[in-house]
């Protein structure tokens, strides 16, 4: 499973390979690829779509949209999600909003700018093509979603709002106040119910996909533990999705929902599906800081509080004044002081890296000196307490309700914690992973954000992905299969694919150790944050893989997996999903330790500017790396995909 050596290039480890990557983007001028590419694919005839079978892993916004869209077109398809209804989908939490380029607000933006601010966003480490269909279609996931009911936020003259978000000059985000993840949600999920009414959709909660099944090299089925009676079943389809989420979790400490995890991402890796980009993490810039060494999550305050709150630290590191009492003298407002054109609105990446720069220059403050102010008494000041309640009121008492603190009155505090992963699957223009008829939607894919995911950039993703890029893509896959049915589950490659799930759990159970699963999951979580978080070094990079390596050799000895395996049991999931991101942990030291520049949110000391900016490496790294997996005791291979910035010429960012 590991690689042990200690050489230091051996842990490095990557043979170059480039040839088997084909991003299958079409020819043509950047505005034309995608109407030309939806012409040129192959169809399925409406009354042939019913002969397909399309198996989707995922009902957050990604999936839930994917289910809904393949149904009404006419394809059967069957849903799958480890939660008890689709509603819980992580997707909920989000808050702060959905970028699109409608320029409601006429200050100049265009799917152009969209797509421009995007790719620079990104730090130049994305698809042109991709991004720009991204901006193309997200003027109409806001018709789609507000035709499906959802309350987005309204100007007084009845068009709907906008506001700011980190990286952007125009306003383009639109919101349901704090709630927007949830209200775009419950827009997809019940439009997907509505299939399950028609029953064109099949929908199997409390089942987590722990396999992907191929033959003959495609994707041809998955297999599921039912999570109440632990039954693991098989299920066979023409297509197989996989709209499953990110991996932020692996850091332990994150704003993802506990549960998330890279399990279907990990299991499709381990059967051919490259995994790109995996150092790729998003550190946000404004979380609760935690509290105490025991805390399992941390909590997001919206970037949109950018908009209206300022970012400071008292200057000096011995500072014992509350905030109010400390003069303007005294106050460093390190955002607005160093980038005076973008602010408090700078990209996450920048925000954060500054936000750890001077709390670990001891200027931090709360009892634990580990956050930043982010001060709304200027606003209030300006607008009125009334006007800020109105924007961010349920931020403000999710805040109080956790800290005890009224950020009326004090400012809030805030730090940077794991939000989102840019790496994941490798996807082609068409969203198919290198695994034919497997494809990945939403933040389970690595494409579009590149080193860096603009905010409210996720949810515009998840839905282009699943309303408006796979309904027309898949077409292409299922077209040729048309007359055949999907491979029989009494195949011996369901077999087979069962047996290894059984085994495996049949391991994690007969350990008999001492530590439980979220003790190994806690000590891994923190070398992923201290060596392959915001800052890394060459010496930490390889520090990090010999001991995730010893800790994972300490897993699988001393493991204790408590309850039995046929009724629920939190521990054998919890268990599953820890021996996964293990794995996905080493690769992603291996991809850090691989990239020695700093790009996006990815800083190598070894790669900065002379005043202490991230320096990207154009000419050695513009490219994506795919990883692929070679067995359980070899270092995997990396391919590259170069990337070509015809439309957004490679420009070293500057905010200031
Ligand atoms: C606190 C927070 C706030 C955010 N705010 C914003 C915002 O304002 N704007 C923005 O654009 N983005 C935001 N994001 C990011 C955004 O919410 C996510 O990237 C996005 O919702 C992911 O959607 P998804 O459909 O890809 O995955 P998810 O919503 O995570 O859904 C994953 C689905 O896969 C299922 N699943 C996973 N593994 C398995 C398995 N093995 N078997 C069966 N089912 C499985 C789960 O049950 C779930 O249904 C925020 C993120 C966080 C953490």
Excluded at 115 to 124: A, E, I, N, Q, S
Excluded at 329 to 356: I, M, Q, T, W
Aim: charge should be negative; include cysteine.
């Amino acid at each position: 499973m590991q690689e042990t050596t200690e050489d230091a290039s051996a842990l490095r480890g990557s043979s170059l390979n480039g040839s088997s990557l084909n991003s299958q983007v079409p020819d043509g001028p950047m505005a034309d690829k995608w109407e030309n590419h939806k012409f040129n694919i192959k169809l399925v005839n409406p009354s042939n779509k019913r002969k397909f079978k399309v198996l989707i892993v995922g009902t957050g916004l990604a999936g839930a949209s994917a289910a809904a869209s393949l149904a009404e077109l006419g394809y059967e398809v069957e849903a799958f999600t480890f939660h008890d209804t689709p509603r819980r989908a992580h997707s909920i939490a989000a808050q702060g909003g959905i970028n699109a380029a409608k320029n409601y607000p006429n200050d100049g933006d265009s799917v152009h700018r969209l797509f421009y601010d995007t790719v620079k966003g990104g730090d130049f480490r994305s698809r042109e093509a991709n991004v720009h269909r991204l901006a193309q279609v997200s003027v109409d996931i806001i018709d789609q979603m507000t035709a499906q009911g959802v309350p987005f936020a309204r100007e007084y003259g009845g068009l709907l709002a906008n506001r700011s978000f980190g990286g952007a000059q125009v306003s383009r985000t639109f919101y349901a106040r704090g709630q927007t993840g949830q209200q775009l949600l419950l827009g997809a999920y019940q439009q997907m119910m509505r299939q399950v009414g028609l029953g064109k959709v099949k929908l199997h909660t409390r089942m987590e996909m722990l396999d992907l099944v191929t033959k003959d090299g495609e994707a041809c089925g998955i297999v599921c533990r039912n999570l109440v009676t632990g039954e693991v079943t098989s299920h066979s389809g023409h297509a197989v999705v996989l709209a499953t989420g990110g991996y932020g979790n692996v850091f332990y400490l994150s704003t993802n929902a506990m549960a998330c995890n890279v399990t279907a991402a990990w299991r499709a890796h381990r059967k051919g599906a490259f995994f790109a980009n995996p150092c790729y993490t998003q550190i946000h810039p404004t979380c609760i800081p935690a509290s105490d060494e025991f805390q399992s999550k941390l909590t997001l305050m919206s970037e949109s509080l950018r908009n209206d709150g300022r970012i400071w630290v008292p200057r000096n590191p011995d500072e014992t004044r509350a905030a109010a009492d400390i003069s303007e003298r005294d106050r460093y407002y390190y955002l607005e002081e160093k980038y005076p054109s973008f602010g408090n609105l700078v990209p996450r990446d920048v925000a954060s890296r500054n936000a750890k720069t001077v709390v670990d220059k001891g200027l931090g403050v709360g009892p634990l000196k580990n956050g930043v102010y982010l001060d709304f008494a200027d606003a209030i000041k300006r607008d009125g307490k009334a006007t800020i309640e109105a924007k961010y009121g349920n931020l403000f008492q999710m805040y109080e309700r956790i800290t005890g603190e009224d950020p009326y009155a004090r400012p809030m505090r805030i730090y940077p914690a794991t939000h989102y992963t840019m790496g994941g699957l490798w996807v082609d223009y068409n969203l198919m992973t290198t695994v034919p008829g497997l494809y990945a939607c939403g933040e389970a894919n690595f494409s579009d954000h590149g080193a860096n995911r603009l905010g409210a950039s996720a949810l515009m993703q998840g839905l282009a992905d699943g309303y408006f890029v796979l309904p027309y893509t898949i077409g292409d896959s299922l077209a040729p299969k048309l007359g055949t049915e999907p491979v029989p589950t009494s195949d011996p490659v369901f077999q087979s694919s069962e047996q290894g799930v059984r085994d495996r759990i049949s391991r994690l159970m007969s350990i008999g150790g001492t530590k439980s699963p979220d003790y190994f999951h806690r000590e891994l979580g923190k070398l992923v944050w201290n060596y392959i978080g915001m800052e890394r070094t060459e010496a930490g990079l390889e520090k990090a893989i010999t001991e995730i390596q010893a800790l994972n050799e300490e897993f699988w000895r001393d493991l204790r997996v408590l309850g039995d395996t046929d009724t629920i049991n939190s521990s054998i999931e919890n268990a599953g999903r820890v021996a996964d991101f293990f794995e996905l942990a080493e690769l992603m030291a291996r991809d850090a330790l691989d990239r020695a520049e700093s790009c996006g949110g990815h800083f190598r000391v070894e790669s900065q500017t002379e005043d202490g900016e991230a320096l990207r490496d154009d000419e050695d790294f513009s490219h994506v790396s795919a990883w692929e997996w070679q067995g359980e005791d070899t270092i995997q291979v990396k391919h590259a995909e170069e990337l070509a910035f015809e439309e957004v010429p490679l420009s070293q960012r500057s905010y200031k």
